[in-house]
């Protein structure tokens, strides 16, 4: 088992930046991929960003590319989602979750889950 929980949403104006983490707490950290997803009102689900065990892969949702940066201490057992130039479509709940796999961009993927947190940039 994996506790995830998220920290560092809030309200930004666009252009703005803020840096979320996703710190988990059970078995080895370092044995899961990490992602963040986020979901805005009355839409599905999207992936952002992955990255891998180790921390050598990343990967990006095209929308947040350029602009979002996914990264891991696992000696903290913590990954953190530093996120640039926010704008107003950036609005959503964003959460976090772990995988088995080496790494992953689908939400089926993954295992255990935070709660989220709210993430409003205002135009």
């Known amino acids: 088992q994996v506790q995830l929980v998220e920290s560092g949403g809030g309200l930004v104006q666009a252009g703005g930046s803020l840096r979320l983490s996703c710190a988990a707490s059970g078995r080895t950290f370092s044995s899961y991929a990490v992602g963040w997803f986020r979901q805005a009102p009355g839409k599905e689900r999207e992936f952002v960003a992955t990255i891998s065990r180790s921390g050598g892969i990343t990967s990006y949702a095209d929308s947040v590319k350029g602009r979002f940066t996914i990264s891991r201490d696992n000696a903290k057992n913590t990954v953190y989602l530093q996120m640039n130039s926010l704008e107003p479509e950036d609005t959503a709940v964003y959460s976090c979750?772990?995988?088995?796999?080496?790494?992953?961009?689908?939400?089926?993927?993954?295992?255990?889950w935070g709660q989220g947190t709210q993430v409003t940039v205002s135009s």
């Open positions: 979750a772990a995988a088995t796999t080496s790494w992953a961009r689908g939400a089926v993927e993954y295992d255990y």
